[in-house]
Protein backbone atom coordinates (compact mmCIF):
# COMPACT_ATOMS: atom_id res chain seq x y z
CA UNK A 1 0.00 0.00 0.00
CA UNK A 2 1.46 2.92 -0.76
CA UNK A 3 1.00 6.35 1.29
CA UNK A 4 -1.25 7.76 -1.54
CA UNK A 5 -4.16 6.50 1.17
CA UNK A 6 -2.71 8.25 3.90
CA UNK A 7 -2.31 11.33 2.54
CA UNK A 8 -5.96 12.31 1.33
CA UNK A 9 -5.27 15.85 -0.26
CA UNK A 10 -6.00 17.94 2.53
CA UNK A 11 -7.10 20.84 1.76
CA UNK A 12 -4.63 23.42 2.56
CA UNK A 13 -5.80 24.84 5.54
CA UNK A 14 -5.44 28.90 5.72
CA UNK A 15 -2.17 30.61 5.82
CA UNK A 16 -1.62 32.01 9.54
CA UNK A 17 -0.74 35.18 8.42
CA UNK A 18 -3.81 35.76 5.73
CA UNK A 19 -5.66 34.51 9.09
CA UNK A 20 -4.20 37.22 10.84
CA UNK A 21 -5.13 39.83 8.34
CA UNK A 22 -8.39 38.60 8.67
CA UNK A 23 -8.15 39.46 12.56
CA UNK A 24 -6.36 42.18 11.90
CA UNK A 25 -9.20 43.93 9.55
CA UNK A 26 -11.80 43.39 12.33
CA UNK A 27 -9.90 46.28 14.25
CA UNK A 28 -11.79 49.14 13.51
CA UNK A 29 -9.26 51.80 15.33
CA UNK A 30 -6.22 49.64 14.04
CA UNK A 31 -7.32 49.93 10.75
CA UNK A 32 -7.53 53.68 11.13
CA UNK A 33 -4.32 54.11 12.96
CA UNK A 34 -2.43 51.98 9.78
CA UNK A 35 -3.80 54.23 7.58
CA UNK A 36 -3.65 57.34 9.29
CA UNK A 37 0.61 56.25 9.73
CA UNK A 38 0.56 55.91 5.96
CA UNK A 39 -0.97 59.30 5.75
CA UNK A 40 1.91 60.85 7.87
CA UNK A 41 4.61 58.91 6.29
CA UNK A 42 4.06 60.05 2.88
CA UNK A 43 2.85 63.70 3.97
CA UNK A 44 5.96 64.02 5.95
CA UNK A 45 8.34 62.49 3.10
CA UNK A 46 6.73 64.38 0.03
CA UNK A 47 4.44 67.06 1.38
CA UNK A 48 7.69 69.48 1.77
CA UNK A 49 7.90 69.46 -2.37
CA UNK A 50 4.28 70.54 -2.77
CA UNK A 51 4.47 73.52 -0.32
CA UNK A 52 6.11 76.38 -1.68
CA UNK A 53 7.76 77.73 1.23
CA UNK A 54 10.80 77.25 3.26
CA UNK A 55 10.67 75.95 6.77
CA UNK A 56 13.31 78.19 8.03
CA UNK A 57 12.15 81.59 6.04
CA UNK A 58 11.49 84.31 8.38
CA UNK A 59 9.14 86.67 7.09
CA UNK A 60 8.17 89.16 9.74
CA UNK A 61 5.43 91.18 8.26
CA UNK A 62 3.55 88.26 8.11
CA UNK A 63 3.72 86.91 11.90
CA UNK A 64 0.80 85.00 13.65
CA UNK A 65 -1.23 84.34 10.51
CA UNK A 66 -4.20 82.76 11.68
CA UNK A 67 -4.66 78.85 9.63
CA UNK A 68 -6.16 79.94 6.31
CA UNK A 69 -5.15 83.35 5.92
CA UNK A 70 -2.47 84.47 3.58
CA UNK A 71 -2.20 81.37 1.81
CA UNK A 72 -0.66 79.71 4.83
CA UNK A 73 -2.84 76.33 5.28
CA UNK A 74 -2.30 76.35 8.97
CA UNK A 75 -1.16 79.78 9.51
CA UNK A 76 2.32 80.98 10.31
CA UNK A 77 3.96 81.04 13.74
CA UNK A 78 5.90 84.29 15.74
CA UNK A 79 8.62 84.41 13.03
CA UNK A 80 6.44 83.81 10.04
CA UNK A 81 7.34 81.29 8.74
CA UNK A 82 4.54 78.60 7.23
CA UNK A 83 3.47 76.02 10.38
CA UNK A 84 2.37 72.86 7.87
CA UNK A 85 5.54 72.81 6.22
CA UNK A 86 7.36 73.21 9.74
CA UNK A 87 4.89 70.46 11.19
CA UNK A 88 5.74 68.21 7.94
CA UNK A 89 9.57 68.71 8.86
CA UNK A 90 9.12 68.08 12.21
CA UNK A 91 7.16 65.03 10.90
CA UNK A 92 10.10 63.81 9.38
CA UNK A 93 12.25 64.11 12.50
CA UNK A 94 9.72 62.93 15.06
CA UNK A 95 8.89 59.55 13.32
CA UNK A 96 12.60 58.82 11.66
CA UNK A 97 13.50 59.25 15.54
CA UNK A 98 10.52 56.80 16.33
CA UNK A 99 10.96 54.01 13.74
CA UNK A 100 14.96 54.21 14.03
CA UNK A 101 14.91 54.16 17.89
CA UNK A 102 12.34 51.18 17.50
CA UNK A 103 14.62 49.23 15.37
CA UNK A 104 17.62 50.04 17.94
CA UNK A 105 15.70 48.80 20.85
CA UNK A 106 14.07 45.78 19.00
CA UNK A 107 17.36 44.30 18.10
CA UNK A 108 19.05 45.14 21.51
CA UNK A 109 16.19 43.74 23.38
CA UNK A 110 15.77 41.03 20.99
CA UNK A 111 19.22 39.72 21.46
CA UNK A 112 19.12 40.29 25.23
CA UNK A 113 15.91 38.49 25.62
CA UNK A 114 16.57 35.34 23.34
CA UNK A 115 20.05 35.14 24.97
CA UNK A 116 18.60 35.05 28.44
CA UNK A 117 15.69 32.93 27.66
CA UNK A 118 17.84 30.08 25.74
CA UNK A 119 20.76 29.81 27.87
CA UNK A 120 19.16 29.92 30.89
CA UNK A 121 20.81 29.88 34.18
CA UNK A 122 23.21 32.21 35.77
CA UNK A 123 23.34 34.01 32.27
CA UNK A 124 19.40 34.13 32.74
CA UNK A 125 19.48 35.85 35.78
CA UNK A 126 21.86 38.22 35.39
CA UNK A 127 20.55 39.50 32.21
CA UNK A 128 17.11 39.83 33.61
CA UNK A 129 17.71 41.20 37.13
CA UNK A 130 19.83 44.20 34.62
CA UNK A 131 16.45 44.69 32.58
CA UNK A 132 14.53 45.04 36.11
CA UNK A 133 17.24 47.53 37.26
CA UNK A 134 17.10 49.40 34.07
CA UNK A 135 13.73 49.55 34.43
CA UNK A 136 13.30 50.87 37.99
CA UNK A 137 15.41 54.40 37.09
CA UNK A 138 12.28 56.54 35.55
CA UNK A 139 12.75 56.58 32.07
CA UNK A 140 12.10 60.57 31.63
CA UNK A 141 14.65 62.05 33.75
CA UNK A 142 17.31 58.83 32.41
CA UNK A 143 16.62 60.05 29.01
CA UNK A 144 17.20 63.92 30.07
CA UNK A 145 20.13 62.96 32.01
CA UNK A 146 21.75 61.48 28.74
CA UNK A 147 20.70 64.14 26.80
CA UNK A 148 21.94 66.91 28.58
CA UNK A 149 25.65 65.11 28.39
CA UNK A 150 25.24 64.33 25.15
CA UNK A 151 25.08 66.77 22.10
CA UNK A 152 21.27 66.58 20.69
CA UNK A 153 21.78 65.47 16.99
CA UNK A 154 19.22 62.85 15.39
CA UNK A 155 21.79 60.07 15.46
CA UNK A 156 21.96 60.63 19.50
CA UNK A 157 18.80 61.03 20.54
CA UNK A 158 17.76 57.75 18.94
CA UNK A 159 20.36 55.86 20.54
CA UNK A 160 19.24 57.66 23.62
CA UNK A 161 15.78 56.59 23.16
CA UNK A 162 16.34 53.24 22.12
CA UNK A 163 18.83 52.55 24.99
CA UNK A 164 16.00 53.46 27.42
CA UNK A 165 13.13 51.56 25.86
CA UNK A 166 14.75 48.40 24.96
CA UNK A 167 13.56 46.48 28.37
CA UNK A 168 9.94 45.55 27.72
CA UNK A 169 10.99 44.05 24.43
CA UNK A 170 13.45 42.02 26.03
CA UNK A 171 11.49 40.70 28.47
CA UNK A 172 8.43 40.05 25.86
CA UNK A 173 11.45 37.66 24.04
CA UNK A 174 12.65 36.57 26.88
CA UNK A 175 9.22 34.97 28.28
CA UNK A 176 8.47 33.54 24.84
CA UNK A 177 11.90 31.91 24.25
CA UNK A 178 11.23 30.43 27.78
CA UNK A 179 8.22 28.50 27.38
CA UNK A 180 9.48 27.48 23.17
CA UNK A 181 12.47 26.50 24.08
CA UNK A 182 10.94 23.36 25.79
CA UNK A 183 8.80 22.85 22.55
CA UNK A 184 9.77 19.25 20.57
CA UNK A 185 10.92 20.79 17.50
CA UNK A 186 13.57 22.36 19.63
CA UNK A 187 14.80 19.23 20.40
CA UNK A 188 14.27 17.60 17.30
CA UNK A 189 16.36 20.39 15.81
CA UNK A 190 19.67 19.68 18.27
CA UNK A 191 18.89 16.00 17.31
CA UNK A 192 20.31 16.81 14.24
CA UNK A 193 22.97 18.74 15.08
CA UNK A 194 21.72 22.54 15.02
CA UNK A 195 23.98 25.09 16.68
CA UNK A 196 22.93 27.35 19.75
CA UNK A 197 23.00 30.56 17.37
CA UNK A 198 21.57 28.58 14.79
CA UNK A 199 18.08 27.23 17.45
CA UNK A 200 18.21 31.14 18.71
CA UNK A 201 17.66 32.61 15.67
CA UNK A 202 16.61 30.81 12.88
CA UNK A 203 14.02 28.47 15.31
CA UNK A 204 13.20 30.38 18.06
CA UNK A 205 13.19 34.10 16.61
CA UNK A 206 10.55 33.41 14.02
CA UNK A 207 8.09 31.63 16.46
CA UNK A 208 8.40 34.44 18.31
CA UNK A 209 7.54 37.30 15.81
CA UNK A 210 4.35 38.54 16.52
CA UNK A 211 4.82 39.61 20.10
CA UNK A 212 7.90 41.18 19.05
CA UNK A 213 6.37 43.08 16.29
CA UNK A 214 3.53 44.32 18.95
CA UNK A 215 6.26 44.82 21.63
CA UNK A 216 7.64 47.08 18.16
CA UNK A 217 5.03 48.74 17.49
CA UNK A 218 4.37 50.02 20.61
CA UNK A 219 7.77 51.19 21.12
CA UNK A 220 7.45 53.52 17.91
CA UNK A 221 4.08 55.29 19.57
CA UNK A 222 6.31 55.76 22.57
CA UNK A 223 9.91 56.77 21.20
CA UNK A 224 7.75 59.49 19.37
CA UNK A 225 6.31 60.77 22.61
CA UNK A 226 9.94 60.65 24.48
CA UNK A 227 11.50 62.32 21.30
CA UNK A 228 8.59 65.29 21.80
CA UNK A 229 9.43 65.03 25.62
CA UNK A 230 12.97 65.63 25.27
CA UNK A 231 12.50 68.55 22.42
CA UNK A 232 9.94 70.40 24.47
CA UNK A 233 12.19 70.73 27.19
CA UNK A 234 15.23 72.04 25.48
CA UNK A 235 17.48 68.62 25.13
CA UNK A 236 16.36 67.64 21.39
CA UNK A 237 15.98 69.13 18.21
CA UNK A 238 17.72 72.69 18.58
CA UNK A 239 15.67 75.55 16.99
CA UNK A 240 15.39 76.09 14.18
CA UNK A 241 15.39 72.84 12.74
CA UNK A 242 11.87 71.83 13.79
CA UNK A 243 10.43 68.54 16.01
CA UNK A 244 6.89 68.45 17.43
CA UNK A 245 8.42 69.16 20.83
CA UNK A 246 10.34 72.21 20.36
CA UNK A 247 7.21 74.06 18.16
CA UNK A 248 4.96 73.07 21.32
CA UNK A 249 7.86 75.01 23.63
CA UNK A 250 7.57 77.59 20.94
CA UNK A 251 4.29 78.04 21.02
CA UNK A 252 3.93 78.00 25.10
CA UNK A 253 4.14 81.93 25.05
CA UNK A 254 1.40 82.49 22.94
CA UNK A 255 -0.96 80.19 23.96
CA UNK A 256 -3.72 82.39 24.49
CA UNK A 257 -3.21 84.50 21.41
CA UNK A 258 -2.10 82.19 18.88
CA UNK A 259 -3.54 78.41 19.69
CA UNK A 260 -2.91 76.88 16.45
CA UNK A 261 0.76 77.04 16.89
CA UNK A 262 0.32 74.55 20.16
CA UNK A 263 -2.46 73.12 18.69
CA UNK A 264 -1.23 71.22 15.01
CA UNK A 265 2.17 70.01 16.31
CA UNK A 266 -0.09 68.67 19.81
CA UNK A 267 -2.63 66.87 17.55
CA UNK A 268 0.10 65.67 15.31
CA UNK A 269 1.71 64.27 18.24
CA UNK A 270 -1.60 62.69 19.40
CA UNK A 271 -2.47 61.58 16.62
CA UNK A 272 0.66 59.71 15.72
CA UNK A 273 0.95 58.31 18.76
CA UNK A 274 -2.24 57.17 19.43
CA UNK A 275 -2.28 55.85 15.89
CA UNK A 276 0.74 53.69 16.80
CA UNK A 277 -0.69 52.07 19.91
CA UNK A 278 -3.93 51.26 18.27
CA UNK A 279 -1.91 49.64 15.37
CA UNK A 280 0.02 47.54 18.25
CA UNK A 281 -3.69 46.65 19.85
CA UNK A 282 -4.69 45.07 16.45
CA UNK A 283 -1.42 43.34 16.25
CA UNK A 284 -1.70 41.95 19.46
CA UNK A 285 -5.08 41.02 18.43
CA UNK A 286 -4.52 39.65 14.99
CA UNK A 287 -0.88 37.74 15.76
CA UNK A 288 -2.33 36.29 19.42
CA UNK A 289 -1.46 32.54 18.60
CA UNK A 290 -4.14 31.11 21.94
CA UNK A 291 -6.86 32.48 19.13
CA UNK A 292 -5.02 30.10 16.30
CA UNK A 293 -5.37 27.06 17.78
CA UNK A 294 -8.87 25.56 17.35
CA UNK B 1 29.58 -10.98 17.36
CA UNK B 2 32.86 -11.35 14.86
CA UNK B 3 32.03 -7.55 13.81
CA UNK B 4 33.18 -4.90 16.02
CA UNK B 5 30.14 -2.99 17.48
CA UNK B 6 29.12 0.41 16.15
CA UNK B 7 28.04 1.35 19.65
CA UNK B 8 29.00 -0.15 22.84
CA UNK B 9 27.55 1.20 26.06
CA UNK B 10 29.08 0.30 29.08
CA UNK B 11 27.46 0.98 32.54
CA UNK B 12 25.34 3.79 32.08
CA UNK B 13 24.17 6.04 34.50
CA UNK B 14 21.71 9.18 34.42
CA UNK B 15 21.38 10.85 37.84
CA UNK B 16 18.84 13.78 38.10
CA UNK B 17 19.96 16.49 40.96
CA UNK B 18 16.67 17.05 42.72
CA UNK B 19 15.29 19.07 45.30
CA UNK B 20 15.09 15.49 47.53
CA UNK B 21 18.40 14.31 46.69
CA UNK B 22 19.81 11.98 43.49
CA UNK B 23 16.99 10.45 41.25
CA UNK B 24 18.61 7.30 39.53
CA UNK B 25 16.75 7.41 36.47
CA UNK B 26 19.53 5.32 34.59
CA UNK B 27 21.43 2.55 36.30
CA UNK B 28 24.63 0.70 34.75
CA UNK B 29 23.07 0.15 31.47
CA UNK B 30 25.34 -1.75 29.17
CA UNK B 31 24.69 -2.82 25.81
CA UNK B 32 26.28 -3.27 22.05
CA UNK B 33 25.10 -2.58 18.95
CA UNK B 34 26.32 -3.93 15.61
CA UNK B 35 25.36 -3.09 12.46
CA UNK B 36 22.00 -3.16 10.52
CA UNK B 37 20.77 -4.33 14.07
CA UNK B 38 17.41 -3.42 15.28
CA UNK B 39 17.71 -3.45 19.26
CA UNK B 40 14.09 -2.69 21.51
CA UNK B 41 14.13 -1.04 24.30
CA UNK B 42 11.08 -1.61 25.70
CA UNK B 43 9.58 -1.02 29.58
CA UNK B 44 6.71 1.17 31.22
CA UNK B 45 6.87 4.95 31.02
CA UNK B 46 9.47 6.06 33.75
CA UNK B 47 11.36 3.07 33.54
CA UNK B 48 14.61 5.47 31.62
CA UNK B 49 14.37 3.90 28.13
CA UNK B 50 13.80 7.62 27.38
CA UNK B 51 16.66 9.53 29.12
CA UNK B 52 19.14 6.75 28.23
CA UNK B 53 18.90 7.73 24.48
CA UNK B 54 19.04 11.38 25.36
CA UNK B 55 21.66 10.77 27.81
CA UNK B 56 23.42 8.74 24.20
CA UNK B 57 22.68 12.22 22.64
CA UNK B 58 23.79 14.09 25.18
CA UNK B 59 20.56 15.99 25.02
CA UNK B 60 20.37 15.89 28.91
CA UNK B 61 20.81 18.82 30.65
CA UNK B 62 24.24 19.75 31.85
CA UNK B 63 25.95 18.88 35.07
CA UNK B 64 25.23 19.68 37.92
CA UNK B 65 21.22 19.59 37.35
CA UNK B 66 22.25 15.90 35.61
CA UNK B 67 25.46 13.46 36.23
CA UNK B 68 26.19 10.88 33.52
CA UNK B 69 28.37 8.17 34.68
CA UNK B 70 30.05 4.93 32.32
CA UNK B 71 30.44 5.29 28.94
CA UNK B 72 29.36 4.90 25.11
CA UNK B 73 31.83 4.20 22.16
CA UNK B 74 30.91 5.07 19.25
CA UNK B 75 32.59 3.74 16.18
CA UNK B 76 32.30 6.69 13.14
CA UNK B 77 32.00 6.25 9.48
CA UNK B 78 36.28 7.74 9.58
CA UNK B 79 36.45 4.46 11.74
CA UNK B 80 37.74 6.83 14.30
CA UNK B 81 36.07 5.79 18.28
CA UNK B 82 34.32 8.39 20.50
CA UNK B 83 33.11 8.40 23.40
CA UNK B 84 29.84 10.20 23.62
CA UNK B 85 29.83 10.67 27.13
CA UNK B 86 32.83 12.61 27.06
CA UNK B 87 33.23 14.20 23.78
CA UNK B 88 33.35 17.82 23.39
CA UNK B 89 30.00 20.24 23.13
CA UNK B 90 31.29 21.04 19.71
CA UNK B 91 32.58 17.54 18.56
CA UNK B 92 29.11 16.25 19.82
CA UNK B 93 27.41 18.49 17.76
CA UNK B 94 28.53 17.18 14.12
CA UNK B 95 27.22 13.86 15.11
CA UNK B 96 24.60 14.67 15.76
CA UNK B 97 22.16 14.25 12.90
CA UNK B 98 24.95 13.16 10.88
CA UNK B 99 26.07 9.93 12.67
CA UNK B 100 23.42 9.59 15.14
CA UNK B 101 20.12 10.57 14.56
CA UNK B 102 16.92 10.67 16.40
CA UNK B 103 13.07 10.80 15.87
CA UNK B 104 10.66 11.27 18.42
CA UNK B 105 7.04 10.29 19.36
CA UNK B 106 5.31 13.36 18.81
CA UNK B 107 5.62 13.88 14.78
CA UNK B 108 2.85 16.92 15.32
CA UNK B 109 5.18 18.80 17.58
CA UNK B 110 8.68 18.02 16.41
CA UNK B 111 8.63 20.36 13.20
CA UNK B 112 8.92 23.89 13.60
CA UNK B 113 5.63 25.58 12.60
CA UNK B 114 7.19 28.56 10.43
CA UNK B 115 9.79 27.07 8.17
CA UNK B 116 8.12 25.01 5.54
CA UNK B 117 9.46 21.17 5.68
CA UNK B 118 11.98 21.32 2.88
CA UNK B 119 13.89 23.91 4.74
CA UNK B 120 13.76 22.09 7.68
CA UNK B 121 15.05 18.99 5.90
CA UNK B 122 17.61 20.54 3.94
CA UNK B 123 19.55 22.71 7.26
CA UNK B 124 20.38 19.21 8.44
CA UNK B 125 21.78 18.75 5.32
CA UNK B 126 23.54 22.02 4.85
CA UNK B 127 24.72 21.64 8.89
CA UNK B 128 26.99 18.91 8.26
CA UNK B 129 27.84 18.63 4.51
CA UNK B 130 28.19 22.15 3.74
CA UNK B 131 26.26 21.88 0.71
CA UNK B 132 24.58 24.36 -1.36
CA UNK B 133 20.93 25.37 -0.19
CA UNK B 134 19.56 24.75 -4.05
CA UNK B 135 21.50 20.78 -3.72
CA UNK B 136 20.45 20.83 -0.09
CA UNK B 137 16.65 21.14 -1.28
CA UNK B 138 17.05 19.16 -4.14
CA UNK B 139 18.33 16.17 -1.74
CA UNK B 140 15.47 16.61 0.49
CA UNK B 141 13.32 16.09 -2.28
CA UNK B 142 14.81 12.71 -2.87
CA UNK B 143 14.23 12.19 0.56
CA UNK B 144 10.39 12.56 0.90
CA UNK B 145 10.17 10.63 -2.12
CA UNK B 146 12.37 7.88 -0.40
CA UNK B 147 10.35 7.98 2.75
CA UNK B 148 7.03 7.58 0.57
CA UNK B 149 5.46 10.91 0.61
CA UNK B 150 3.78 11.74 -3.10
CA UNK B 151 4.13 14.71 -5.02
CA UNK B 152 7.82 15.13 -3.08
CA UNK B 153 8.69 18.19 -4.55
CA UNK B 154 5.93 19.86 -4.70
CA UNK B 155 5.38 18.84 -0.78
CA UNK B 156 8.83 20.43 -0.63
CA UNK B 157 7.03 23.83 0.22
CA UNK B 158 4.45 22.82 2.27
CA UNK B 159 4.62 23.90 6.04
CA UNK B 160 4.36 21.19 8.43
CA UNK B 161 0.26 22.32 9.79
CA UNK B 162 -0.21 20.84 5.97
CA UNK B 163 0.37 17.94 6.62
CA UNK B 164 -1.30 14.48 8.57
CA UNK B 165 0.60 12.85 11.39
CA UNK B 166 1.63 10.42 9.61
CA UNK B 167 3.21 12.25 7.00
CA UNK B 168 4.56 14.35 9.49
CA UNK B 169 6.27 11.16 10.60
CA UNK B 170 8.10 10.63 7.24
CA UNK B 171 8.88 14.19 7.42
CA UNK B 172 10.98 13.06 10.71
CA UNK B 173 12.38 10.22 9.30
CA UNK B 174 13.53 11.93 6.43
CA UNK B 175 15.05 14.58 8.69
CA UNK B 176 16.81 12.44 10.52
CA UNK B 177 17.99 10.01 7.35
CA UNK B 178 19.18 12.97 5.39
CA UNK B 179 23.08 12.36 6.02
CA UNK B 180 22.35 8.59 6.34
CA UNK B 181 23.11 8.29 9.98
CA UNK B 182 25.05 4.67 11.22
CA UNK B 183 22.85 4.62 14.06
CA UNK B 184 19.01 5.99 14.33
CA UNK B 185 17.26 6.01 17.95
CA UNK B 186 13.54 5.64 17.61
CA UNK B 187 11.57 7.10 20.36
CA UNK B 188 8.20 5.43 19.87
CA UNK B 189 7.87 6.42 16.68
CA UNK B 190 4.60 5.60 15.76
CA UNK B 191 2.91 5.53 19.37
CA UNK B 192 0.93 8.65 18.28
CA UNK B 193 -0.18 7.04 15.04
CA UNK B 194 -3.16 5.18 14.11
CA UNK B 195 -2.36 1.45 13.43
CA UNK B 196 -2.28 1.57 9.57
CA UNK B 197 0.23 4.54 9.09
CA UNK B 198 2.15 2.93 12.45
CA UNK B 199 2.89 -0.34 9.52
CA UNK B 200 3.50 1.71 6.61
CA UNK B 201 6.44 3.62 9.16
CA UNK B 202 7.66 0.38 10.62
CA UNK B 203 7.54 -1.21 6.69
CA UNK B 204 9.66 2.41 5.64
CA UNK B 205 12.42 1.73 8.52
CA UNK B 206 13.16 -1.94 7.77
CA UNK B 207 13.69 -0.95 3.82
CA UNK B 208 16.17 2.08 4.51
CA UNK B 209 17.80 0.10 7.51
CA UNK B 210 18.35 -2.86 4.70
CA UNK B 211 19.50 -0.14 2.25
CA UNK B 212 22.16 1.79 4.64
CA UNK B 213 23.40 -0.94 6.74
CA UNK B 214 21.95 1.56 9.90
CA UNK B 215 21.84 0.10 13.55
CA UNK B 216 18.26 0.57 15.01
CA UNK B 217 17.76 1.78 18.82
CA UNK B 218 13.82 1.16 19.31
CA UNK B 219 12.12 2.69 22.17
CA UNK B 220 8.28 1.27 22.74
CA UNK B 221 5.88 -0.01 25.65
CA UNK B 222 4.45 -1.64 22.04
CA UNK B 223 5.18 -5.79 21.65
CA UNK B 224 3.87 -6.12 18.52
CA UNK B 225 5.88 -3.55 17.37
CA UNK B 226 8.94 -5.30 19.41
CA UNK B 227 7.72 -8.63 17.56
CA UNK B 228 7.78 -6.87 14.40
CA UNK B 229 10.87 -5.18 14.00
CA UNK B 230 13.78 -6.23 16.87
CA UNK B 231 16.35 -8.69 16.08
CA UNK B 232 17.41 -8.12 20.02
CA UNK B 233 15.20 -7.01 23.21
CA UNK B 234 16.10 -5.12 26.26
CA UNK B 235 13.44 -4.95 28.97
CA UNK B 236 13.82 -2.03 31.48
CA UNK B 237 12.56 -1.70 34.91
CA UNK B 238 13.18 1.43 37.38
CA UNK B 239 16.12 2.38 35.53
CA UNK B 240 17.83 -1.31 35.19
CA UNK B 241 18.28 -3.74 32.38
CA UNK B 242 16.30 -7.00 33.75
CA UNK B 243 16.34 -9.12 30.94
CA UNK B 244 18.37 -8.33 27.63
CA UNK B 245 18.51 -11.13 24.37
CA UNK B 246 17.68 -11.97 20.83
CA UNK B 247 13.95 -11.34 20.20
CA UNK B 248 12.52 -14.76 19.75
CA UNK B 249 13.64 -16.32 23.40
CA UNK B 250 12.81 -12.65 24.95
CA UNK B 251 9.45 -12.80 23.58
CA UNK B 252 8.32 -16.41 23.62
CA UNK B 253 9.98 -17.78 26.30
CA UNK B 254 10.50 -14.57 28.77
CA UNK B 255 12.85 -15.59 31.75
CA UNK B 256 11.62 -12.35 34.16
CA UNK B 257 8.38 -12.14 35.73
CA UNK B 258 8.38 -8.41 35.04
CA UNK B 259 8.56 -9.45 30.82
CA UNK B 260 6.18 -11.91 31.64
CA UNK B 261 3.94 -9.42 33.16
CA UNK B 262 4.41 -6.92 30.18
CA UNK B 263 3.41 -9.99 27.14
CA UNK B 264 0.79 -10.92 29.31
CA UNK B 265 -0.66 -6.98 29.30
CA UNK B 266 -0.97 -7.25 25.12
CA UNK B 267 -4.71 -7.36 24.61
CA UNK B 268 -5.39 -10.41 22.14
CA UNK B 269 -8.46 -11.21 20.63
CA UNK B 270 -9.27 -14.78 20.86
CA UNK B 271 -9.90 -16.46 17.56
CA UNK B 272 -12.23 -18.68 19.40
CA UNK B 273 -14.88 -16.37 21.06
CA UNK B 274 -14.01 -13.70 18.86
CA UNK B 275 -14.18 -11.59 22.47
CA UNK B 276 -11.06 -10.38 24.44
CA UNK B 277 -8.73 -13.22 25.98
CA UNK B 278 -8.24 -12.34 29.75
CA UNK B 279 -5.71 -9.27 30.55
CA UNK B 280 -3.49 -9.79 33.15
CA UNK B 281 -2.33 -6.26 34.36
CA UNK B 282 0.82 -6.47 36.58
CA UNK B 283 -0.32 -5.00 39.96
CA UNK B 284 1.29 -1.89 41.03
CA UNK B 285 2.92 1.04 39.64
CA UNK B 286 6.79 1.81 39.05
CA UNK B 287 8.77 2.31 42.19
CA UNK B 288 9.16 5.97 43.23
CA UNK B 289 13.28 6.56 42.05
CA UNK B 290 13.89 7.99 45.02
CA UNK B 291 12.64 5.37 47.57
CA UNK B 292 14.19 2.58 45.16
CA UNK B 293 13.47 -0.80 47.48
CA UNK B 294 16.88 -2.66 48.64
CA UNK B 295 16.45 -5.94 46.90
CA UNK B 296 14.78 -6.54 43.16
CA UNK B 297 13.07 -3.25 42.08
CA UNK B 298 10.40 -5.33 40.68
CA UNK B 299 9.74 -7.43 43.97
CA UNK B 300 7.39 -5.87 45.71
CA UNK B 301 4.77 -6.14 42.44
CA UNK B 302 6.28 -9.95 41.65
CA UNK B 303 3.86 -12.68 42.06
CA UNK B 304 6.89 -14.57 42.64
CA UNK B 305 9.13 -12.87 44.78
CA UNK B 306 10.69 -14.68 48.28
CA UNK B 307 12.04 -13.07 51.08
CA UNK B 308 15.43 -13.10 49.47
CA UNK B 309 14.18 -11.37 46.62
CA UNK B 310 13.55 -7.54 48.96
CA UNK B 311 16.73 -8.23 50.72
CA UNK B 312 19.47 -7.84 47.86
CA UNK B 313 19.34 -6.36 44.65
CA UNK B 314 19.60 -9.72 41.97
CA UNK B 315 22.90 -9.97 39.53
CA UNK B 316 22.19 -9.20 36.03
CA UNK B 317 23.45 -12.93 35.07
CA UNK B 318 23.82 -14.96 31.78
CA UNK B 319 20.44 -17.53 31.56
CA UNK B 320 21.03 -19.40 28.31
CA UNK B 321 20.24 -18.53 24.75
CA UNK B 322 22.58 -15.99 24.75
CA UNK B 323 20.73 -13.88 27.06
CA UNK B 324 20.59 -12.07 30.57
CA UNK B 325 18.66 -11.93 32.81
CA UNK B 326 18.04 -9.96 36.87
CA UNK B 327 15.96 -12.34 38.82
CA UNK B 328 17.49 -14.68 41.38
CA UNK B 329 14.37 -17.06 40.78
CA UNK B 330 14.72 -17.29 36.89
CA UNK B 331 15.91 -20.96 37.06
CA UNK B 332 12.95 -21.96 38.90
CA UNK B 333 10.48 -20.20 36.64
CA UNK B 334 12.30 -21.68 33.46
CA UNK B 335 10.47 -24.76 34.50
CA UNK B 336 7.78 -22.94 35.49
CA UNK B 337 4.96 -22.52 32.63
CA UNK B 338 4.73 -18.81 31.08
Not at chain 1, 73 to 82: A, E, I, M, Y
Request: glycine share 8%; charged share 15%; proline share 8%.
Amino acid sequence: MSAAEALAPAPPAARPRSRAWRRFRRHRLALFGAAAIVVMVIAAAAGPWLIPFDPLHIDLRHRFQPPAGGGHLFGTDQLGRDLLIRLLMAGRISLTIGFAAMTVSTAFGTVVGITAGYYGGALRIALMRFVDAVLCFPQIFLLLVLAAFIQPSIATLTLIIGATSWMEVARVVEGQVRSLRERDFILAAETLGASGRYVMFRELLPNAIGPIIVAATLTVARAILMEAYVSFLGYGIQPPMASWGNMLNNAQEYLASAPWLAIFPGAAITLAVASFNFVGDGLRDALDARLDLH
Amino acid sequence: MAQEPLLEVSHLSVTFATENGPLPAVRDVSFRLSAGETLALVGESGSGKSVASLALMRLVPPAPRVSLGGSAHFCAADGSRHDLLALAPDAMRRLRGNEISMIFQEPMTSLNPVHRIGEQIAEAIIFHQGASHRAALARAGELLEKVGIPDAHRRLSAFPHHLSGGMRQRVMIAMALACTPRVLIADEPTTALDVTVQAQILELLKELQHANGMAVVFITHNLGVVAEIADRVMVMYAGLIVEEGAMVPVMTRPRMPYTRGLLHSVPRIDPETLGSAPLTAIPGTVPDPLHLPPGCAFAPRCAHAEPACAAAPPPLEPAGEGRLVRCRRWRALAEAPA
